[in-house]
């Protein structure tokens, strides 16, 4: 059990930079022991973003994707913002279409996760996906994106793929197996 802590004053926030994606912030803060400190936040516009985990076939689909920040392609599940007015399956139907090629008939929300929260405000939700048909949307991709079935009774061997290292993919590995094997499908 975590103890209640006192949240820090914030006494001063000034824009650092703005991009269209991310806005940075200068937070000065003062802490309830009186010590102050400067720290820089990036802002996200407010959108959560979803992570679906797909299962066909007792088989996850993954998609491989070029990563600008690694300048290499990377391996992982489909992903992408919540659109204003959309509910987190809407949008993980929505970009598992334009992703992946398919729509879920049954989509089950496992967590909500966040990234670097110190520095970040975005939260990414994760969902299975399962009763798989297939149906493509356009989405904003600029090339085809190729896809992989990794079995599931191999499943932690995507660990050891070296273009499987994202952290939201890698913990959403880890929260899709504890649910296969509470419904009995997996086991250790």
């Known amino acids: 059990m975590t103890r209640q802590l006192q949240k820090p004053a914030i006494l001063n926030v000034e824009l650092t930079a703005r991009s269209k994606l991310f806005t940075v912030e200068s937070v000065d803060l003062e802490f ?17 973003a979803v992570l679906i985990v797909p299962i066909i076939d007792n088989h996850l689909i993954l998609i491989q994707e070029y990563a600008v920040g690694l300048e290499s392609y990377e391996l ?9 007015g959309e509910t987190p399956f809407d949008a993980a139907n929505r970009e598992l279409k334009e992703e992946a090629g398919f729509g879920a008939h049954q989509l089950q929300h496992l967590s909500k996760l966040t990234m670097a929260p110190s520095y970040f405000s975005s939260q990414m939700n994760i969902v299975v996906a399962e009763g798989l048909y297939p149906e493509k949307l356009e989405g904003d991709e600029p090339e085809p994106l190729p896809q992989l079935r990794w079995s599931l009774d191999n499943l932690l061997a995507l660990l050891d793929e070296p273009d499987f290292r994202e952290a939201r993919n890698v913990s959403a590995l880890f929260l899709v197996r504890e649910w296969l094997v509470k419904q009995g499908r997996l086991t250790y």
């Open 76 to 84: 992982g599940f489909p992903k992408g913002l919540i659109d204003p």
């Open 32 to 48: 309830s022991n009186g010590e102050r400190r400067v720290y820089e936040r990036m802002r996200s516009p407010g959108r959560e």
